[in-house]
């Protein structure tokens, strides 16, 4: 609530100001705002943290159709030590 608190402390134990909160409840779906306004701080687990949170996301590609039906087959149908299928 900045209205109420400053952020004194959590300024002086290097947390990052990142922004504010709209004021609403995770259930207001009229937007009426109904909740205080409240300062968001962040602390950096990492040095690296920017080059963390500004890399591309990898885009998985997507599993083959006879990559998935081996994992289904074998996981229905265990193979007997002999080899042979049941």
Do not use: C, M
């Not at 209205?3 to 004021?23: E, K, L």
């Not at 590609?61 to 074998?74: D, M």
């Amino acid at each position: 609530e900045s209205a109420r608190f400053a952020g004194t402390s959590y300024r002086a134990a290097n947390w990052i100001y990142v922004g504010r909160t709209q004021g609403r409840g995770k259930l207001d779906r009229h937007k009426l705002r109904a909740k205080p306004i409240k300062d968001i701080y962040l602390f950096p687990l990492d040095r690296r943290f920017r080059s963390f949170l500004t890399a591309p996301l990898p885009h998985p590609s997507p599993p083959q159709l006879t990559e998935l039906g081996t994992g289904l087959a074998s996981a229905f149908f265990p193979r007997s030590p002999s080899g042979s299928g049941i």
